[in-house]
């Protein structure tokens, strides 16, 4: 499985992104698919994982209410609905896929990882 993350860009405080991640061959529901995030000089971050039917989510509390991830698995994509950026959202942020058991946020679980996105947010 090969994933891209496109979307990423540079917003003020307050705004809103949409982030999407592209995953090559049949995926559907194979994969537990999240969004992580590194921020400089910081370690990769949990964000938010959605479990192979879609019908659940864990999101990590800086971003909850904030942040919402969907997929569409018809075409093997998934999304991230950014609002309310704050600047400690900048980050890159990466979409990666695991074929453990639901649920997981643990970095270590996922096998596929796209190269990721930028996010800068203004003050």
């Known amino acids: 499985v090969q994933l891209q993350a496109f979307g990423g860009g540079l917003v003020q405080a307050g705004g809103s992104l949409r982030l999407s991640c592209s995953a090559s061959g049949r995926t559907d529901n194979t994969f537990i698919m999240a969004w992580f995030r590194q921020a400089p000089g910081k370690e990769r971050e949990f964000v938010v994982a959605?479990?192979?039917?879609?019908?659940?989510?864990r999101t990590s509390d800086s971003v909850k209410g904030r942040f919402t991830i969907s997929r569409v698995n018809a075409q093997n994509t998934v999304n991230l609905q950014l609002n309310s950026l704050k600047p400690e959202d900048t980050a890159i942020y990466y979409c990666a896929a695991s074929r453990s058991s639901w649920p997981t946020t643990a970095s270590a679980d996922f096998e596929f990882w796209g190269r990721g996105t930028q996010v800068t947010v203004s003050s």
């Open positions: 959605i479990s192979r039917g879609g019908d659940n989510t």
